[in-house]
């Protein structure tokens, strides 16, 4: 049985993973209409779905424990973005945000000795490991590739190979 104060933490992160699919959602329909970034908007479109199914595999966990699975409503997400550069920094900024907010989350399981919830989240533990990584490094590869058209258009090519390093 989850506590209430367990119960509450785990709907408000049910709702970061529901803004993490929009906010992906939205850079990939951002990236879909800029001319060549084909391999980014599926990046990002798959970024969308994984974050999604994050927040279903947290709805499922909380009523499966006796909880109740709260639906939030989410707030518009940034829509345009200045650069490609600054789509991504975003997403590692996002990333960084979510990882905060799963480590708060294993400290109050801790703190309530609530050892299933904990075990549960040692999974967004891991997940969030992979996120920061492939999200530093495709960062990375943008500062190094800078406006460069020919390695934009071999980031591009190449993004997809990311998805799923280290799963």
């Excluded at 975003?90 to 294993?106: A, C, G, P, R, W």
């Excluded at 309530?112 to 992979?130: C, G, P, R, S």
Aim: net charge negative; aromatic share 10%; proline share 2%.
């Amino acid at each position: 049985m989850l506590s209430n104060s367990i119960q509450e933490a785990l709907n408000k992160q049910v709702q970061m993973e529901a803004e993490s699919s929009q906010a992906y959602l939205a850079m990939a329909s951002w990236a879909e209409i800029q001319p060549g970034l084909e391999g980014v908007t599926e990046f990002f479109y798959q970024q969308s779905d994984e974050e999604r199914v994050h927040m279903l595999k947290l709805i499922r966990f909380i009523n499966e424990r006796g909880g109740f699975a709260t639906i939030p409503a989410l707030p518009q997400p940034m829509i345009t973005f200045q650069s490609l550069r600054r789509v991504f920094e975003e997403f590692l900024k996002h990333e960084l945000k979510v990882s905060d907010s799963i480590n708060d989350l294993v400290h109050l399981s801790l703190t309530e000795k609530d050892y299933a919830t904990h075990n549960f989240l040692q999974w967004y533990v891991n997940e969030q490991i992979e996120e920061e990584r492939t999200a530093r490094t495709l960062n990375d590869k943008l500062e190094l590739i800078g406006d460069d058209k020919s390695g934009l258009y071999l980031f591009d090519r190449d993004i997809l190979n990311f998805r799923g390093k280290g799963k």
